[in-house]
Nanobody, 122 residues
Framework: VQLQAFGGGLVQAGGSLRLSCAAS????????MGWFRQAPGKEREFVAA????????YYADSVKGRFTISRDNAKNTVYLQMNSLEPEDTAAYYC????????????????WGQGTQVTVSS
């Protein structure tokens, strides 16, 4: 599976962005999909994940209530809608695909896209 993330940019605090991650190659639907982020000097951290059907979603406490993950298997795309953005959300955001049901740490994922930068100004 090849993944390509896009949609990042510069936004003011309180604003919104929607990230997209397009998958190609192998069938997209059997995979759990996740979003991670990594700020300079920090470890990559879990943001959100979604089951293959879209019926189950998982969020980090820091983004719960502000971010929404969704997927469209017909379009082989997963989305991350980010609202009420804060300067602390500034990071490179990565999408990833996991064959299994474990989704909270980077090593759970087998495929990664390149990062897309999100910068939130105060």
């Amino acid at each position: 599976v090849q993944l390509q993330a896009f949609g990042g940019g510069l936004v003011q605090a309180g604003g919104s962005l929607r990230l997209s991650c397009a998958a190609s190659g192998r069938a997209f639907s059997p995979y759990y999909m996740g979003w991670f982020r990594q700020a300079p000097g920090k470890e990559r951290e879990f943001v959100a994940a979604i089951s293959w059907s879209g019926g189950s979603t998982y969020y980090a406490d820091s983004v719960k209530g502000r971010f929404t993950i969704s997927r469209d298997n017909a379009k082989n795309t997963v989305y991350l809608q980010m609202n009420s953005l804060e300067p602390e959300d500034t990071a490179a955001y990565y999408c990833a695909a996991a064959r299994g049901y474990l989704i909270r740490i980077p090593s759970d994922y087998q495929y990664w896209g390149q990062g897309t930068q999100v910068t939130v100004s105060s």
